[in-house]
């Protein structure tokens, strides 16, 4: 059950943005068909791999979708494929793509075949240009304004984090054009690029603007947060804590939990701030962190949690991904119904989480793992393009089609 | 016009998830209603600010709403607010929030009024806790795997990639509860917590997994690419690139323009790799970084632009802010139909961009500048709300509504 039970998406993609997109379609009930050719696509061996090669990636990625492996550079493949994006019904007739819409998965040889389709296309660069994350995310901005203090030069992100941007929005232009075709009947083609995404929320955030208007660049700052009080910590037991205070309760609680309060008046005189003003508090943070530091140097990360629950300072502790998976309540299969420890084939047990959506009206399905690629391939054929098992068999002898190795 | 033309939905919001979920619905057409307190909320002043206090991330993220400044302390502004996100007709009853959903606005209390109403409620942990994007990325065990290479310190991403994803994630499970509604009449309460969209990102992408599959945590590997060959290469005239090859064809346009290619059968036999395999060529990515560096660090960043374009490889350069907003094709107003420079009242001229979805079938608008804080009051009273101008005038006066200041 899901709130999306009966959509078909069928999915020609690879690596993070669209695999992402079509997952979260997944995790609410969408039945999701992706295509790869044989033995896999590029994205098949993506790096974190088991030894026997099994990629962590490509199964994370594709978790609840079916699996149908086929030759596309056959004539006979394609032509399964297209089928399959245009088949009849007004559940069906979607697809979801990061692959160049030319040739046979152009937009106009596809809507021949099926005039309301809606073919969402995720493009690196708004003009068809290649750019991915790695190289968007340089051009942002972000790569000089994070990292320690004085620092020059660029620091990438780890996460993909306009790859997940893109993927959603992916997501949400699919409804969108679905429920346009539901109150219409007219279907259309969709895009969507990296570039556009990240760009468009440097602006969303302020960034542009505050170059633009300001003549400002933002410049690395280390962990503070910018415009408020936000900063990290060392504890007396190694650990590091992320102090965060950003209304003016948040301030107050933080105070009070480490006993600062009869400090401040001399802060407000010497910096010449105001702090029940958040933007005075990100003034005066040097000073109020070293007021701040031996009270948490000397205490244990549990000491600190302690106080800082009791007084609802608003704070997080780093970790690890390690410490993460084996410490935190909110990733436990037995404490988080989102978490689950599943049964991955070639991989075994692993800890995946489902939709981090929870609907009142819609049961909460366990997650399913990735397919095993080609696992969908014989039941795609017979029940969704009808064919017949000697069809089927014509075609694997003839290795169009594969079914799981 | 836009994809989701007639929907309304009514924002009771602060900071950046919530406000991006709604903008995004906005930048598709929907009617989006922000209620603020008068005055503005607790982001209304987040930095950066203009010198006479107009912040440029609020006009950031509110840009084609709908603005209702009313006093949500009184009796008569909460029941004003509860008429609105109640309202009758089947584009209407649609509300997203992230203020907590208890006393006036729970949901009890406002599905008593509209049975099918549709409530998207962001969290900060999965059990209500406060936890903000700052506190959940330390825990998220990204910090520790980013910086330069052996570097033990946690780096903070700068930019908000968890509150991104999770106002990603509400626009989906809003528009997911409305295709349910649309079809079955039933309505919901939907929730969906920071946390949660950030550690199940962890496991999608294989963090978790190789954590406890593998037993290997992550380090920081300073700006390079993780499981294939990405690097940052300084150039003769001071600017940084970022140059990637993920696939085989990727790999052989590097290797043809920087000339390196008689070098690699040696790289080969020294370091038992096979540069065919994209895991090889992350092994030996030192190596090969070296055959690689003198040739960039000889060139300038136009010079090398011109070899790597006309070769294929998949680069970018390094831009601050700045240099984004002035020197990239890809933020003009007049070589981008996403982007234009727009007039935000009390700001000026400020480069936005709109949506980065492109529809086929419905032509895109520009982009609106956010709304003065209730400059929309009087019509929403008006017009949503049936009220008279007596009525109004009666709610002005006793400070329960206000218009622009």
């Given at each position: 059950m899901g709130a999306l039970d009966g959509l078909r998406v069928v999915e020609g993609s690879a690596f993070v943005a669209a695999p992402l997109g079509g997952m979260t379609l997944a995790q609410l009930g969408a039945d999701v068909i992706r295509f790869d050719n044989i033995g896999g696509?590029?994205?098949?061996?993506?790096?974190?791999?088991?030894?026997?090669?099994?990629s962590l990636f490509w199964t994370g990625m594709n978790k609840g979708k079916r699996s149908l492996a086929v030759d596309v550079r056959s004539r006979d493949g394609q032509e399964i494929v297209t089928a399959l994006i245009t088949a009849p019904g007004p559940d069906c007739g979607v697809f979801l793509s990061n692959f160049p819409a030319s040739g046979w998965l152009s937009d106009e040889r596809l809507r021949a075949r099926r005039e309301d389709l809606i073919y969402v296309n995720i493009l690196g660069n708004p003009d068809g240009g290649t750019a991915v994350d790695y190289t968007v995310n340089p051009a942002s901005g972000f790569a000089y304004a994070t990292g320690p203090r004085g620092g020059s030069l660029p620091t990438n992100h780890v996460l993909p984090a306009w790859d997940i941007s893109t993927g959603m929005h992916a997501a949400v232009g699919l409804l969108a054009a679905e429920r346009v075709r539901t109150r219409t009947g007219v279907g259309q083609f969709v895009s969507v690029s990296l570039a556009d995404v990240a760009f468009t929320m440097v602006a969303n955030l302020g960034y542009l603007a505050q170059a633009q208007v300001l003549g400002e660049a933002r410049p690395p700052i280390g962990n503070d947060m910018y415009g408020a009080f936000g900063r990290d910590f060392p504890t007396a037991d190694d650990r590091r804590v992320m102090v965060v205070a950003i209304s003016l309760r948040q301030w107050q609680s933080l105070v009070d939990a480490v006993e600062i309060g009869e400090h401040l008046p001399a802060i407000e005189r010497a910096f010449r701030v105001d702090l029940t003003k958040e933007g005075d508090r990100f003034r005066a943070r040097d000073a109020l962190a070293a007021l701040i530091a031996p009270w948490l140097a000397e205490r244990s990360l549990t000491a600190i949690a302690r106080v800082f629950d009791k007084h609802g300072v608003c704070w997080g502790a780093y970790q690890t991904f390690d410490q993460l998976l084996n410490d935190d309540w909110r990733v436990s299969a037995d404490a988080n119904p989102v978490f689950r420890d599943i049964d991955q084939p070639g991989v075994g047990k692993v800890r995946v989480g489902g939709s981090p959506l929870a609907f009142s009206a819609i049961d909460r399905d366990d997650p399913r793992p990735a397919p095993v690629l080609g696992e969908h391939t014989e039941q795609i054929l017979a029940e969704e393009l009808g064919m017949s098992s000697s069809e089927i068999a014509r075609l694997r002898d003839a290795g169009t089609v594969a079914g799981p190795a």
């Open positions: 696509g590029i994205d098949f061996h993506r790096w974190p791999e088991t030894p026997d090669g099994h």
